[in-house]
């Protein structure tokens, strides 16, 4: 189960995201962002780029919510969140100094408009769609507000907003996209840790990122998000992070749910049987009260 | 025996302990609700088909009630629970098979529709023949409406739910034949003629085995994911739960010869089965709002 079924529409690799949806062959190539967060400087112009691109409600500043997580007050993805910025504080021992310092990480979290993304997979309206970027978008106008993508996706980004009932995330700008512009956090990022592009050259940027970093000594810069062989068929936003996933907030090795769909249905199936078989035995006792 | 069960507090790493899912919208008492009054209206549909073709007509009547009671309470908590409950039609505009919730709204659809049909003819006595066809096929939507809540709940990355796959549609069906049962108790404890309701009584008794059964194999799930059903919130809902669903079964035991006893067995099923649902919800929200769930069931070993 763990391998199997490659290629399909509900897991592993898939070459041709839109084609998959459905779109003519003329569609554009598929494009995603490459959050390189060695170079990410913490200044959230992401986010506010964001946020002023989007119109995003900010609900939460009547009463102002400080969280005690060093320099982030926006705590996490969310339904008026589309970019937050991680700051993470370690204490390493450094050459330097007494011997002991802090290293400062910081990354910048978004969509990652999954090739199988289980939000879309399990929307009942229709209101999730994959657009010809290969992006996926919610649809405000179908949205009832079900919440059903919000526990299904594998990385806590979608988020149904209090007050306005319907479920909302990142766009990768698809208007801008439309319009040939890129998307406002990448506009915004003073240090490139934002890059956008068509997804094949990201990888190939990030590849050699990679390499670079690896070569000066960072062993522990790794990819995240890149591989179309993982559980996710690989991300349409990536990164490249310096720690584990989970010390970022990231699930370490995330599955859409919709890999075991099929599995699911047989068990199911299975216990309609229970069920069947029990009225049935329950009905054919003779015994009538008297 | 839980002690290897248990999440190994192990090197885990976090990001301020904050959670890597976000926590389920999805409340109280709205979802455990629906999951009762579906399964209810599930199994109560197949019971009053049964029970026409076996001549019990007051079971048959009690049944075909309560069936469309069921569909239609169900759905009003369903609809309560969207965040735009004017847009509910909006779960028909496409038929998907990868949303269990497009697949479940359908059968919804088309069972609600049959189980009014069948206990409109019952009460009103006008086109019999064509209620107890809308009977018989709410026969067949009756089972997957019960069981296919629990894929709904599977098929999310909420570790406790996706990680049950296998138990949860049992201690749905489980819990359907126990919930009609208890209907059937129910009635019987205030109704003149009580013959009819002997099949019910013996309903009562699978379900709240096979409900304890998927209940227990809930809670010793192997991995971290059947920790949230043995501890907090959701662990004690499940441990009552099953004391209220074992009670209630042996209850149902001396319904034969009491009509009190058939009442109270009603209750203690009822208050089981609303408890197993509640449980679910809960043990879900847990395992999507601590970060070990998920860290813990991504590294395995």
């Given amino acids: 189960m763990t391998t199997g ?8 690799p898939l070459a041709d995201v839109s084609g998959d949806a459905g779109y003519a062959d003329s569609h554009p190539a598929r ?3 490459f959050t390189d967060t060695s170079v990410c400087i913490g200044c959230k112009a992401c986010e506010v780029a964001c946020k002023e691109w989007n119109g995003l409600p900010d609900p939460d500043f009547d009463v102002l919510e400080l969280t005690g997580m060093s320099y982030d007050n926006t705590g996490a993805l969310g339904s008026n969140s589309w970019r937050h910025v991680a700051f993470i504080e370690q204490d390493v021992i450094s050459e330097i100094a007494d011997g002991s310092a802090t290293r400062w990480l910081m990354a910048s979290d978004v969509c990652k408009h999954c090739t199988h993304a289980a ?15 290969g992006t996926v978008i919610v649809q405000p106008d179908v949205c009832n507000g079900c919440a059903y993508c919000v526990s299904a996706c ?17 766009t990768m700008c698809y208007d ?9 956090c990448a506009k915004a990022c003073p240090t490139d840790s934002i890059q956008f592009g068509p997804l094949s050259e990201l990888r190939e940027i990030a590849q050699a990122r990679l390499a670079d970093l690896h070569a000066a000594g960072h062993t522990e810069a790794r990819l995240y998000g890149d591989d179309a062989g993982d559980g996710i068929g690989g991300a349409g936003a990536f990164f490249l992070l310096l720690d584990e996933p989970e010390v970022y907030g990231l699930p370490p090795d995330p599955v859409v749910t919709t890999r075991d769909l099929p599995s699911m249905w047989r ?8 069920l069947a078989a029990g009225v049935a035995v329950a009905f054919s006792g003779r015994g009538r009260l008297g | 025996m839980t002690e290897q069960l248990q999440v190994p507090p192990a090197d885990f790493q976090s990001y301020y302990g904050r959670p890597i899912l976000k926590v389920s919208r999805w409340k109280e008492p709205h979802l455990p609700a629906y999951l009762f009054l579906g399964e209810l209206s599930g199994a109560l549909a197949m019971v009053g088909a049964a029970a026409e073709a076996t001549g019990r007509p007051a079971l048959a009547r009690t049944a075909r009630l309560g069936a469309a009671a069921g569909a239609f309470g169900g759905g009003a908590f369903l609809t309560a629970e969207l965040g735009r409950p004017e847009r509910f039609l909006n779960m028909l505009r496409v038929a998907k098979p990868t949303s269990p919730m497009s697949m479940g709204s359908w059968i919804l659809a088309a069972h609600s ?8 003819s019952e009460v009103t006595g006008r086109l019999g023949r064509l209620g107890s066809l809308a009977g018989a096929g709410s026969a067949v939507t009756g089972p997957l409406l019960a069981a296919y809540p629990g894929v709904l709940l599977a098929n999310t990355a909420v570790p406790a739910w996706h990680e049950a796959y296998r138990q949860l549609p049992l201690l749905f069906t489980g819990g359907a034949m126990t919930a009609a049962g208890a209907a059937g108790l129910a009635a019987s404890a205030v109704s003149r003629d009580r013959s009819d309701f002997a099949a019910a009584y013996r309903l009562a008794l699978i379900g709240a085995a096979v409900e304890s059964l998927a209940g227990y194999g809930l809670e010793t799930m192997p991995g971290p994911s059947g920790e949230p059903y043995r501890t907090g919130p959701g662990g004690a809902m499940l441990t009552a739960a099953r004391y209220l669903t074992l009670g209630g079964g042996v209850a149902s035991l001396a319904a034969r010869r009491s009509r009190t006893a058939a009442a109270v067995s009603a209750a203690l099923l009822t208050g089981g089965g609303l408890c197993a649902k509640f449980a679910v919800l809960r043990a879900g929200k847990a395992s999507a709002a601590d970060p070990k769930y998920v860290v813990a069931s991504q590294r395995p070993g």
């Fill in chain 1, 176 to 184: 801008r996209l439309r319009g040939g512009l890129e998307p406002a």
């Fill in chain 1, 5 to 12: 079924t490659s290629g399909n529409s509900l897991y592993g």
């Fill in chain 1, 31 to 33: 494009v995603g962002f």
């Fill in chain 1, 267 to 274: 068990w199911a199936g299975a216990a309609a049987a229970v």
């Fill in chain 1, 154 to 170: 594998p990385f806590g980004v979608i988020d149904r907003r209090e007050g306005d009932g319907r479920a909302w995330k990142c």
């Fill in chain 1, 119 to 133: 939000c879309l997979d399990v929307c009942p309206t229709g209101a999730l769609v994959r657009t010809e970027f």
């Fill in chain 2, 113 to 120: 529709g049959l189980v009014s049909a069948a206990a409109a």
